[in-house]
C-alpha cells in the first residue's frame, strides 16, 4: 500500500535491501529497483510504496527516522496497472 511516515520535524524511513530484488517509488516520481546491500531514504511526508519485485523474493529492514510529531498514515493498494509495468 501507498503510505505515508508524517513528520513536523526529522522523520522519514530508511530502506536497507538484505536479500533478493524490490522497488520503492516515490510518489510522482519513477520507481527505484532495490538489490542487496542497498539504502534508500524516504524524506518524511512523502507518499511511497516498497514490496518485492514480481520474481524475487524481498527482504529489507525498515527503519523510522526519530522526529517530532510523528505518525504513519496507510493509503490505498498499489494499483496493478502500476506493478505490472514495473520489469
Same mark, same amino acid.
Given at each position: ?20 530484488? !524490490?522497488w520503492v517509488q516515490l510518489e510522482g516520481e519513477p520507481a527505484h529497483e %532495490?538489490? &542487496? ?13 516498497? !514490496? ?10 525498515? %527503519?523510522? &527516522? ?22
Amino acid at each position: 500500500n501507498w503510505h505515508i511516515h508524517h513528520a513536523q520535524k526529522g522523520g522519514g524511513q530508511m530502506l536497507i535491501c538484505v536479500y533478493g530484488r !524490490g522497488w520503492v517509488q516515490l510518489e510522482g516520481e519513477p520507481a527505484h529497483e %532495490l538489490k &542487496v546491500g542497498e539504502v534508500f531514504n524516504i524524506p518524511p511526508n512523502v507518499k511511497h510504496w516498497h !514490496g518485492a519485485a514480481k520474481d524475487s523474493w524481498f527482504q529489507h529492514l525498515s %527503519l523510522e &527516522v526519530p522526529g517530532e510529531g510523528t505518525s504513519n498514515e496507510w493509503l490505498e493498494p498499489v494499483i496493478d496497472e502500476v506493478y505490472d509495468k514495473l520489469p
